[in-house]
């Protein structure tokens, strides 16, 4: 199955005891300082030299039925 990831790693301040998501807890808070509301990623900015890729996006809904219509 393919899948994105569309987070990073060490950007949550939380501090949940047995998350997978931060190794430095450090380095979380200081990519949280970094975060711009105005770039297009999640902190810092993108660089210059920077490589963007659209990906193609297709659903992979199948009609999944619902509940309340079947009674």
Known sequence: MES??????DSCGNGCK???GVYSRERA???RENHDPKSPVLFG????DAV???RPVKSLKDGQMDFFHLI
Do not use: H, M
């Open 18 to 20: 047995y998350c997978y």
């Open 29 to 31: 808070r200081v990519n």
């Open 52 to 54: 963007i890729t659209e």
């Open 45 to 48: 900015s993108v660089p210059q």
């Open 4 to 9: 994105v990831d569309i987070g990073s790693y």
